[in-house]
């Protein structure tokens, strides 16, 4: 029965310490950028979002966006109007110098979390 434990307890250490190998971080330089523009946006509660924006060779848009203190990855997706970004429970949806914010765990109605963002920059 010891023996067995110890076999357990170090098989699964070894799976803790290098379970992480094979899954190498994501790395956006690896993404071969037709264009990169950065655009700071001012929403209607005042908070600043600087977002930055990738068109790539193969036709795919992708953006970062800060969201609660943490920068996450947005891929552009099928919209009626504007352009409109997922990442998770998460959209950003742009339309001219206009973005907003929304959290679907918010629920269908429910207002964006950040809304009436404001850019300058409109030469995307």
Not at 6 to 19: C, E, F, I, R, S
Not at 84 to 93: I, L, P, R
């Amino acid at each position: 029965m010891k023996k067995w434990l110890v076999a357990a307890a170090t098989a699964a250490g070894l799976a803790a310490l290098y379970g992480n190998v094979w899954a190498a971080p994501l790395q956006l330089s690896g993404i071969q950028a037709r264009s990169r523009q950065t655009h700071k946006y001012t929403c209607a509660t005042g908070k600043i979002l600087q977002v930055t924006y990738w068109n790539t060779a193969n036709g795919q848009s992708f953006a970062l966006v800060p969201v609660k203190g943490q920068q996450l990855l947005f891929v552009n997706t099928l919209s009626a109007s504007g352009a409109k970004y997922q990442a998770g429970s998460y959209t950003w949806w742009t339309k001219g110098p206009r973005a907003d914010l929304y959290d679907a765990t918010d629920g269908e109605n429910a207002p964006p979390m950040l809304s009436d963002c404001v850019t300058t920059n409109l030469n995307r």
